[in-house]
């Protein structure tokens, strides 16, 4: 029996998708193959436990795939070890606490408020509720982080694990001095790299293999996957609290993880879609998926010279890699709410953000967040983009004006039409 009342509503989104700008920083799109691969027999099976060890019988064929999918992931990044089950780049840091971790330790992340991310001790996420949350952040004057005060303050909570990464944040990360600062107070050195993944695995941002103990990040922001993530180490190392097995050999942290992501937060993994990460991390394993990312990053700059060019202020003065974060008080003196509610009238999509210092709760807010890998999985180009920020420009400078908007939304939708939603591979 078809289900019209969905079919109807994918046809919804669908339209919504082909015909307008998508502008969030943290979404993309899939190849058709990956979308494609999604939606396959895999779904039926349970295979819970790792390859070659199952608590299910039959699960000889989803051990090769996951198995692929592990492979084609460590030589995408270079990689000793990965764990290719987490649902979700949050679900993926929740597994990675609750293997390193005891409740009220302390963390030191960087701050939601700048440009963090919910899971790195937001008090309103488990990783704030669980655990002794401490920050750094932005400087006022630059938007760029002080690596001294960052230094500082690990020197002053003494963290159990210190994150580096963010969902708001345009600048690369130095995680060689980010490991210093770790090793300096004992700490523990993840970096999350959901949004950036898809640049460093083309080498085109800074690496934190080399330099970070474990590596986490999501497979659909700017790696063009399906949505799930992934745990990383460049080289599996002895956990750090001198655990032994029975025999009194190490624990390796690779099976301290592997236990915190299965049982610790999962049950059975979700094989169709570690069959379409297998996919995605193979298509960027490619001279097209590499072009790709040069092209998300020169459209990115393009966006933020135009943006400023027109007055806007960019937090940390520009861009480095697929995003920027606009504090809309600079210029225009109006929300964030206000600003994405009329964007999204003129089909154009983006999300209100907080900014450093935000005298706006995050339900309003005082900025935008702008991203360009989808308008980039589309085809577009720089004088593509040119003409987008105009759109927006002048979008915020009309917010009350339905007509003038309705205009800018067919143009919007006319030249949208043209580009298929399935990148070029």
């Known amino acids: 029996m078809k289900d019209t009342a969905i079919q109807e509503l994918i046809a919804s989104e669908t339209h919504r998708q082909v015909n307008g700008v998508e502008l969030i920083a943290s979404e993309n799109y899939a190849s058709k193959e990956v979308i ?3 939606g396959n027999v895999f779904n039926n099976k349970y ?3 790792y390859p070659g060890k199952r608590y299910y019988g039959g699960c000889s064929v989803a051990d ?15 990689c000793e070890y990965s ?10 840091n929740a597994a990675i606490f609750l293997a390193l971790l005891q409740a009220g330790d302390p963390i030191l992340g960087f701050d939601l408020s700048h440009g963090g991310h919910l899971s790195h001790g937001s008090q309103v996420n488990f990783s704030g509720k669980m655990y002794d949350a401490h920050f750094y952040g932005v400087e006022a004057d630059t938007g760029v982080i002080d690596m001294d005060k960052v230094a500082d303050k690990a020197s002053q909570v003494k963290p159990k694990l210190i994150i580096c990464g963010a969902s708001a944040y345009s600048q690369d990360w130095d995680y060689a001095k980010f490991r210093e600062i770790a090793d300096a107070v004992g700490a ?41 993530g992934v745990i990383m180490m460049g ?20 099976n301290v993880l592997n236990m915190g992501v299965f049982p610790g937060m999962q049950g059975g993994p979700l094989m169709h879609v570690i069959a379409a990460k297998a996919v995605a991390f193979n298509e960027a394993n490619s001279p097209a998926f590499e072009s790709y990312t040069r092209q ?50 003129a089909h154009i999509t983006v999300n209100k953000n907080m900014v450093p210092f935000d005298d706006k709760s995050p339900f309003v807010t ?5 991203g360009t890998p989808a308008i980039t999985s589309r085809g577009l180009v720089e004088q593509d983009c040119v003409q987008i920020v105009e759109w927006i420009d002048a979008v915020l400078k009309h917010v009350d004006n339905e007509s003038f908007i309705a205009d800018i939304k067919s143009k919007v939708e006319a030249k949208m039409s043209q580009y298929s939603v399935y990148p070029t591979l």
């Not at 080289?235 to 690779?254: A, H, Q, V, Y």
């Not at 060019?309 to 008080?329: A, C, E």
């Not at 005082?366 to 702008?370: A, E, N, P, T, V």
Request: include cysteine.
């Open 36 to 38: 494609d691969t999604i």
């Open 47 to 49: 295979a819970e436990g």
């Open 64 to 78: 090769q795939v996951e198995s692929l999918a592990i492979d084609r992931l460590n030589t995408l990044f270079g």
């Open 83 to 92: 764990n290719v089950q987490p649902h979700s780049g949050a679900q993926a």
């Open 188 to 228: 523990i050195l993840l970096a999350d790299i959901a949004h950036p993944a898809g640049m460093i695995a083309t080498g085109l941002l800074n690496d934190p293999i080399p330099h970070c103990h474990i590596v986490s990040t999501t497979t659909h922001k700017t790696l063009r996957g399906p949505r799930g």
């Open 235 to 254: 080289k599996d190392f002895e956990n750090p609290w001198g655990r032994t097995t029975k025999k009194g050999n190490p624990i390796m942290m690779s």
């Open 296 to 345: 998300v990053i020169a459209n990115a700059k393009v966006m933020a010279d135009t943006f400023t060019d027109l007055g806007y202020k960019i937090i940390s003065g520009g861009t480095s890699n697929h995003l920027m974060l606009l504090d809309l008080r600079h210029n225009l003196d109006i929300s964030g709410k206000t600003a994405d509610a009329a964007l999204g009238k």
């Open 366 to 370: 005082s900025g935008i967040r702008i």
